[in-house]
């Protein structure tokens, strides 16, 4: 079946930036021809009518769509997906063999050349992720695609766009056999309990694996940590894995004691060793700074942003200020881990904030280590907006 084509026409500035090999159409790119749908495949040309790239119409918060192929000859059909999946797989070979590591991203957006669609595996499951209605409309290529190119014991999808970006409630499993969940996976030897079927979020986030590794092997030793936006607790566990003499995680949500609990409990430590606070962050801090607590190594890996019935967080806003606080409770020589995937915030910009926290504290540091996504988290250079993960692992090296 021949796919829905629109042919739009795009101003020289839009050109060159396509040809440099942007990957995203934005909002104001292109008229839009009046019968253009979700998923229809755009043949975009410049001012003279010359072929520039085919991609499709998909609203996200980011813009309107994706290119997927420079190549005039190319259509976008099972063919075209089965290659770019095949190709993501190739590159992930080597975790696929790797028996420590059994969670991971296989296919990252406009990074391995599919704008709008994410593929993560997870022990014999894969999980695909839909960002906008266009994408979506692509499903059964996809799929046919995916399936052809790799056994697997289940499918399993989240369709993300519900209103650009947000998750739709749904029965999420597509095809093979369900799984059992918790569905527990390996990361670096440690075990993660994962649910593909139960709301948006399957208890780990793939994009922190090397700094769980760094946690666990570098600064957990003896440390009394502090793992604050701790969610299922991740962070902890790697923390208690490498020895920290004890971990506290703080997690405003109340599902967060259980599923945290549960995450020591497949790694075989004692729960009654750690301490599991259900609390708002902010007001955590205060109360361990009033009771004179103090950490080795403190962990804040806070969402973008993030409305509660007291506050509302916005890491572009409010990050200087956690980590004023954050300060306050960690010892000197201590360790702080900190963490954003706020795409407003660049990484020169994250710096600064770590810079002028330090300054207001009086306290000197020292960068130790930066982290972004992982390798199988690929982006494009032409698109360093998806380059979102920015870790940057200090040390107080003086506090007054
Ligand atoms: N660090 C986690 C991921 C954090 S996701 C990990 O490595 O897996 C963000 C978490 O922040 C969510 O679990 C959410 O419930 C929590 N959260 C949001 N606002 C909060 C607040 N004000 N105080 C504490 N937790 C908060």
């Given at each position: 079946?021949?796919?829905?084509?629109?042919?739009?026409?795009?101003s020289d500035k839009v050109a060159v930036?396509?040809?440099?090999?942007?990957?995203?159409?934005?909002?104001?790119?292109?008229?839009?021809?009046?019968?253009?749908?979700?998923?229809?495949?755009?043949?975009?040309?410049?001012?003279?009518?010359?072929?520039?790239?085919?991609?499709?119409?998909?609203?996200?918060?980011?813009?309107?769509?994706?290119?997927?192929?420079?190549?005039?000859?190319?259509?976008?059909?099972?063919?075209?997906?089965?290659?770019?999946?095949?190709?993501?797989?190739?590159?992930?070979?080597?975790?696929?063999?790797?028996?420590?590591?059994?969670?991971?991203?296989?296919?990252?957006?406009?990074?391995?050349?599919?704008?709008?669609?994410?593929?993560?595996?997870?022990?014999?499951?894969?999980?695909?992720?839909?960002?906008?209605?266009?994408?979506?409309?692509?499903?059964?290529?996809?799929?046919?695609?995916?399936?052809?190119?790799?056994?697997?014991?289940?499918?399993?999808?989240?369709?993300?766009?519900?209103?650009?970006?947000?998750?739709?409630?749904?029965?999420?499993?597509?095809?093979?056999?369900?799984?059992?969940?918790?569905?527990?996976?390996?990361?670096?030897?440690?075990?993660?309990?994962?649910?593909?079927?139960?709301?948006?979020?399957?208890?780990?986030f793939l994009d922190q694996r090397h700094?769980?590794?760094?946690?666990?092997?570098?600064?957990?030793?003896?440390?009394?940590?502090?793992?604050?936006?701790?969610?299922?607790?991740?962070?902890?566990?790697?923390?208690?894995?490498?020895?920290?003499?004890?971990?506290?995680?703080?997690?405003?949500?109340?599902?967060?004691?259980?599923?945290?609990?549960?995450?020591?409990?497949?790694?075989?430590?004692?729960?009654?060793?750690?301490?599991?606070?259900?609390?708002?962050?902010?007001?955590?801090?205060?109360?361990?700074?009033?009771?004179?607590?103090?950490?080795?190594?403190?962990?804040?890996?806070?969402?973008?942003?993030?409305?509660?019935?007291?506050?509302?967080?916005?890491?572009?806003?409010?990050?200087?200020?956690?980590?004023?606080?954050?300060?306050?409770?960690?010892?000197?020589?201590?360790?702080?881990?900190?963490?954003?995937?706020?795409?407003?915030?660049?990484?020169?910009?994250?710096?600064?904030?770590?810079?002028?926290?330090?300054?207001?504290?009086?306290?000197?540091?020292?960068?130790?280590?930066?982290?972004?996504?992982?390798?199988?988290?690929?982006?494009?250079?032409?698109?360093?907006?998806?380059?979102?993960?920015?870790?940057?692992?200090?040390?107080?090296?003086?506090?007054?």
């Amino acid at each position: 079946m021949k796919a829905y084509e629109k042919t739009v026409t795009v101003s020289d500035k839009v050109a060159v930036r396509l040809k440099k090999g942007h990957p995203l159409f934005h909002k104001d790119d292109f008229h839009l021809p009046a019968d253009v749908r979700e998923g229809t495949i755009l043949r975009v040309t410049d001012s003279g009518g010359r072929f520039l790239v085919r991609g499709y119409y998909g609203k996200q918060n980011v813009g309107q769509g994706w290119v997927l192929s420079t190549n005039k000859d190319e259509s976008i059909d099972v063919r075209f997906f089965k290659g770019k999946i095949e190709t993501a797989l190739n590159k992930r070979a080597g975790l696929f063999v790797n028996e420590e590591t059994t969670a991971f991203r296989v296919l990252n957006g406009e990074g391995d050349g599919v704008g709008g669609l994410t593929i993560d595996y997870y022990e014999g499951f894969f999980l695909v992720t839909w960002y906008s209605k266009g994408m979506y409309s692509f499903r059964s290529q996809v799929l046919e695609a995916l399936t052809a190119c790799t056994a697997y014991k289940g499918i399993y999808e989240k369709k993300r766009f519900a209103s650009e970006g947000q998750y739709v409630e749904d029965d999420d499993f597509v095809c093979g056999e369900r799984g059992q969940f918790p569905l527990l996976v390996k990361e670096n030897g440690m075990y993660f309990a994962v649910y593909l079927n139960d709301g948006p979020m399957t208890g780990i986030f793939l994009d922190q694996r090397h700094v769980r590794k760094q946690i666990r092997d570098q600064y957990a030793p003896g440390a009394r940590m502090l793992n604050l936006f701790s969610y299922t607790g991740a962070f902890s566990v790697a923390a208690a894995l490498g020895g920290a003499a004890n971990t506290t995680s703080v997690d405003l949500a109340n599902r967060s004691r259980s599923k945290t609990e549960e995450q020591f409990l497949i790694n075989g430590i004692a729960v009654e060793d750690q301490h599991i606070v259900v609390m708002d962050a902010f007001r955590y801090l205060s109360y361990a700074e009033k009771n004179r607590l103090e950490f080795d190594l403190v962990v804040l890996d806070p969402p973008s942003f993030a409305r509660s019935k007291k506050r509302t967080f916005s890491a572009a806003k409010d990050y200087t200020l956690l980590l004023e606080k954050a300060l306050s409770v960690t010892a000197p020589n201590g360790i702080i881990v900190a963490s954003t995937n706020a795409a407003n915030v660049e990484r020169r910009r994250f710096k600064q904030f770590v810079d002028q926290a330090c300054t207001a504290k009086n306290c000197s540091y020292e960068l130790l280590e930066e982290h972004r996504l992982p390798e199988d988290f690929a982006t494009s250079p032409a698109y360093p907006q998806g380059q979102y993960l920015k870790v940057l692992i200090i040390r107080i090296t003086g506090k007054e």
